[in-house]
């Protein structure tokens, strides 16, 4: 039997034998820049960029300019060097706004973060409802303005509810806002029944990072409901506590509104705390020179006193972890 082996087929000029594909050299392939979203970023931080400069930075800025001369608006400004700090040491109305503030301060910062921090446990160990949360953070979306005239018709000394209240009981009325007594603690109760909730919620945040699992255990070890507060609560609780805590604190020595509104500073200057000092100073007696060394020294208070807060409760460390 005879094989035909069959001509192999002419290749044509054009068409070229496919090699193999070990063959192939690698393509190279387009680099493509990483995608980052600075662009987006930058334009979204805009308009709080410029309102920061704005309305903080640029007045901020004169006005440490403007505590080293005698501005008054009405008439040439004058370079006077640190006169305006030595007046402010021997300013007797300085020292007593100083002091009112701090016991403003101290009322308020005790109170408000003992309620809240009470109010923050019982929602984490009880309940998580968002009805619950709502009703606790309403005080805080009402206007501040609003509040403290609500309040000051509540504690009027002559139709008041509260006198008549106490009157039905037989007890004698009270002057909450017109005694110098009572007028800082009955202010500071006010803002401590406005904050009370945000300043509870932000501890309820700081407590839902703690894990299940301690409770879990320390209760099959045995431990109280006050055990493990004590022992597992408030040390892991520790930074968010401090943050809170210089959040109120800062927060505190800025009480103007509720003053205006109610006493103005009276009666004689025990409500007048340093903001209102300020403002009087500023927008009554038109020195805003004085008023800018005083809004001056108070930011140097409240930077150390800051500092001071989170190196003691050690803010940047935690216990989780």
Sequence with gaps: MTTTLRPSPRTKPGNRSRPDKGSTPARKRSVRRPRTDLRAALIFITPAAVGFIAFFLVPAVLGIGYSFTDYRVFGPVNFVGLDNYAALFQDPLFWNALGVTLEYVVINIVVQTVLAVGVAVLMHRLTRSIVVRGIILLPYLVANVVVALVWFWIFDYSSGIANQVLAFFGVHPVSFFGSDVFAIPTIALVNVWRFMGYTALLIFAGLQTIPKEYYEAASLDGATENRMFW????????????????????????????????????????TRVIYYYIYELAFEKFKFGYASAISVVLLVILAAISLIQLRILRADKSDLG
């Design 231 to 270: 022992g597992i609560t408030l040390p892991l609780l520790r930074p968010v506590l401090a943050l809170v805590l210089v959040i109120s604190v800062v927060g505190s020595f800025q009480i103007f509104d509720t003053v205006a509104v109610t006493t103005k500073g009276g009666p004689v200057n025990a």
